[in-house]
């Protein structure tokens, strides 16, 4: 399979604790976005990489998120002192230099107890 | 403030039918309009797109309709099948000026249900 990766798909953990998400997206892309989703809306933009370097941080992303691409390949997605709010779940998509195409993966869910 | 907007949050249609889903956007610098396709337990999945120099693009079972004086884009699906069920995602990007890649605004999606 050589889709966008995304580990782990379900993650819980109590209110106050650190988690990471990693993606691997598909190997000829070097851009790779980060994306949350809720309950009834559609994927809300949070961060994008081109190859290592991060050029763009929604005001989504507060100072308790945040993302690395640290050799233009797989990214980790760090969420420090979790709150209930930042249940969601949390997409990672990839797209070659030229295009408007993103894909997706399955995503991560995280519920903060 | 939603800058994609898709008012019909479900969908029910008989299978062999035409299944219509709408979009509204509010951003005129908007220039390129997409359709993703989600399952439950998966990420969402490129269908169809549409340059805004064009009003019409067809792929199969799928023609998107873009109307660029309304700021309305629609999806229709023909003839609709069972394993057509599933949201759908209106999204529409406009090249960045200062950022070299296009920003992508995602509706909030219509969950459509297709009756065999």
């Known amino acids: 399979d050589t889709g966008v990766s995304q580990n782990p798909r379900h993650k819980i953990t109590k209110r106050g604790q650190n988690v990471t998400f990693r993606c691997d997206p598909i190997?000829?892309?070097?851009?790779l976005y980060w994306y949350r989703q809720t309950l009834g809306q559609g994927p809300e933009f949070l961060t994008y990489f081109q190859n290592e370097a991060q050029l763009e941080k929604s005001r989504l992303l507060s100072d308790r998120f945040s993302a690395e691409r640290p050799k233009g390949s797989f990214s980790t997605l760090e969420i420090q002192r979790t709150e209930q709010g930042d249940s969601a779940m949390y997409l990672c998509a990839s797209s070659p230099t030229s295009g408007n195409i993103q894909y997706f993966g399955a995503g991560t869910r995280l519920s903060v107890l | 403030d939603q800058q994609v907007k898709q008012n019909s949050p479900s969908l029910s249609v008989q299978e062999g039918r035409i299944s219509i889903l709408n979009c509204d956007y509010t951003?005129?610098?908007?220039?390129?309009f997409l359709w993703y396709k989600k399952y439950p337990a998966e990420g969402p999945t490129f269908l169809i797109s549409i340059s805004s120099i064009k009003d019409k693009n067809e792929d199969g079972r799928f023609t998107v309709f873009l109307n660029k004086s309304a700021k309305h884009l629609s999806l229709h699906i023909v003839p609709s099948q069972p394993g057509d069920s599933a949201v759908y995602f209106c999204?529409?990007?406009?090249?960045?000026?200062?950022?070299?890649?296009?920003?992508?605004?995602f509706g909030p999606g219509t969950s459509l249900s297709v009756i065999p």
């Open positions: 951003n005129s610098m908007f220039d390129y």
């Open positions: 999204a529409a990007s406009a090249h960045g000026v200062k950022t070299s890649y296009d920003k992508v605004i």
């Open positions: 190997s000829e892309h070097n851009r």
